[in-house]
């Protein structure tokens, strides 16, 4: 059984930045792939940024690019989720979410087995 912790998040102003941190504990942690999930009012669930353990590539949703940043140091945890030039559309509660895999690269659209608490981030002026 995996646990993951989220830290960060809150209420910024557009253009600002944020980051939010996802520990994970559990036996095997350094065999999941890490992504973060968004879900705002009204929409469904989207996927933002992964990271995949075996080999650290990343990828991101194409509105995210550019300003996101996911990544981790070399004992893989936690994952970070580095937001910059925030916007409104931005606003959403985060999760981070732990998929186990032994080969390849994260994938956003498949399921995911554990996830975090989530957090509130609200880009406001």
């Known amino acids: 059984q995996l646990q993951l912790v989220q830290s960060g998040g809150g209420l910024v102003q557009p253009g600002g930045s944020l980051r939010l941190a996802c520990a994970a504990s559990?036996?095997?942690?350094?065999?999941?792939?890490i992504a973060w999930f968004r879900q705002a009012p009204g929409k469904e669930r989207e996927g933002v940024a992964c990271?995949?353990?075996?080999?650290?590539?990343?990828y991101y949703l194409d509105s995210v690019k550019g300003r996101f940043a996911i990544s981790r140091d070399n004992t893989k945890n936690p994952v970070y989720l580095q937001m910059n030039s925030l916007k409104p559309d931005d606003t959403a509660v985060y999760y981070c979410?732990?998929?186990?895999?032994?080969?390849?690269?994260?994938?956003?659209?498949?399921?995911?087995?554990?996830w975090g608490q989530g957090t509130q981030v609200t880009v406001s002026s």
């Open positions: 979410a732990a998929k186990f895999r032994l080969f390849g690269q994260c994938v956003l659209s498949e399921e995911y087995n554990f």
């Open positions: 559990g036996p095997g942690f350094d065999l999941y792939d």
């Open positions: 990271i995949s353990h075996t080999d650290d590539s990343t």
